[in-house]
């Protein structure tokens, strides 16, 4: 990962600065750098994220054991794009 050097720890930056050196980032630490952003603000909550797991590997295994089957995004695009009179 890229390391972003800073002026001594008492100067701030200004938001032009921090956009330039941000800019200077792969597409990899930038969409990193944007995910801790929005999680500064808004926290992950423990109990949300262990729920969300919980389903991901519940829905993993119905499609894994055939209980449900995937569609074809195409296809189903397709049939929204019919059904609500979208070209």
């Keep these: 990962m890229a390391t972003i050097t800073t002026p001594a ?9 921090i956009e330039a050196a941000a800019a200077r980032l792969s597409a990899v630490e930038r969409e990193e750098l944007v995910q ?4 500064s603000e808004n926290p992950a ?8 797991d919980d389903e991901i590997a ?3 295994e119905e499609v894994r054991s055939g ?3 995937c569609l074809d995004g195409d296809e189903v695009m397709r049939e929204m794009r019919e059904r609500f ?3």
């Design 67 to 69: 209980k449900v089957q």
């Design 58 to 60: 519940r829905r993993l």
């Design 85 to 87: 009179g979208l070209s």
């Design 36 to 39: 801790r952003l929005i999680e």
């Design 45 to 52: 909550d423990p109990e949300v994220e262990a729920a969300w």
């Design 9 to 17: 720890p008492t100067a701030s930056l200004s938001l032009d600065e």
